[in-house]
C-alpha cells in the first residue's frame, strides 16, 4: 500500500523568504502522480501543483516549485517570496491512476509571519 | 465554471435528527467523493461515485448515506448521528479518464456539521 509522509507538522516563514516543505512516499508503482493542495484557513482546498512520475522536468507555477526525486521517493514544495496569503495546511498527495483514491500525508501547518 | 458548491455551510443537528448534505457541480466531472476532515488533518475518503454508480464505500456506518441522482448531484444524507461525527464534510469532483487534469480533486468549501 502506498504512503505519504510530511515531517514537519508546522513551520514558519518570514513574508518575502522562500521556504521548502518536505514529503516523502512509498510506492513500487512506476507511473503515478503527485500533488501539493493548499487549505488555507475556513477556505476551500485548492491544488497548488501537481507532477505526473514519467515527466522528469520538476513542475512549476509562478512561485511554487516542486523538487521531484523519484528515486528517493521525494517530492518537496518550495514557495518563493512567501505572500500572507499562504498561510495555509499543505497537504502532499499521491494518486496510483484516475480510478483510483488519493492519499493524503498528514498535513504541514505553514504560517507567513508579517 | 470550475466550482464546486456545497450546502449547507454549517449545519447544527441531534442524535435523531434526520439531515442531508447536498453538492453540486457542473464542470462535466463524472467521479464524486465524500470526505470528512477533522481540525488539522487530512480529510478521509468516505465515498466515491464513478458515472453515477458507488465505486468505493471506505466502510463507513450506515447512518450515512450517499445518493447520486445525476451526474451533477450528490448528496450525503445523514441520521442518528454520533458527536464524534462531528466534523468538515467536502465534496469534491474529478475528470475520470481524461488527460492534463487526470486525478485532480476539485473541492468545495465544505459543510461544516455539529452533532449535539
Known amino acids: 500500500a502506498q504512503t505519504v509522509t510530511q515531517s514537519q507538522p508546522e513551520m514558519s516563514v518570514q513574508e518575502a523568504e522562500t521556504v521548502t516543505l518536505s514529503c516523502t512516499y512509498d510506492?513500487?508503482?512506476?507511473?503515478?502522480?503527485l500533488f501539493w493542495y493548499k487549505q488555507p484557513p475556513s477556505r476551500q482546498m485548492i491544488l497548488v501543483i501537481r507532477q505526473e512520475a514519467y515527466k522528469q522536468q520538476n513542475a512549476t507555477e509562478n512561485r511554487f516549485s516542486v523538487n521531484f526525486q523519484k528515486a528517493a521517493k521525494s517530492f518537496s514544495l518550495k514557495i518563493s517570496d512567501s505572500q500572507l496569503g499562504d498561510t495555509a495546511m499543505y497537504f502532499c498527495a499521491f494518486l496510483k491512476t484516475s480510478y483510483d483514491k488519493v492519499i493524503f500525508g498528514p498535513g504541514t501547518s505553514l504560517s507567513v509571519i508579517p | 465554471d470550475t466550482e464546486v458548491t456545497q450546502t449547507p455551510k454549517h449545519l447544527v443537528m441531534g442524535m435523531t435528527n434526520k439531515k442531508s448534505l447536498k453538492c453540486e457541480q457542473h464542470m462535466g466531472h463524472r467521479a464524486m467523493y465524500w470526505y470528512k476532515q477533522k481540525a488539522k488533518k487530512p480529510p478521509e475518503l468516505m465515498f466515491v461515485?464513478?458515472?453515477?454508480?458507488?465505486?468505493i464505500n471506505e466502510s463507513v456506518p450506515s447512518r450515512f448515506s450517499p445518493e447520486c441522482p445525476n451526474s451533477s448531484l450528490l448528496n450525503l444524507h445523514l441520521h442518528a448521528l454520533q458527536p464524534e461525527d462531528s466534523a468538515l464534510y467536502l465534496c469534491?469532483?474529478?475528470?475520470?479518464?481524461?488527460?492534463?487534469?487526470?486525478?485532480?480533486?476539485?473541492f468545495g468549501e465544505g459543510s461544516r456539521l455539529t452533532v449535539l
Open positions: 510506492t513500487s508503482e512506476s507511473n503515478y502522480y
Open positions: 461515485y464513478s458515472y453515477e454508480k458507488l465505486s
Open positions: 469534491a469532483s474529478s475528470p475520470h479518464g481524461g488527460r492534463g487534469l487526470d486525478g485532480e480533486l476539485f
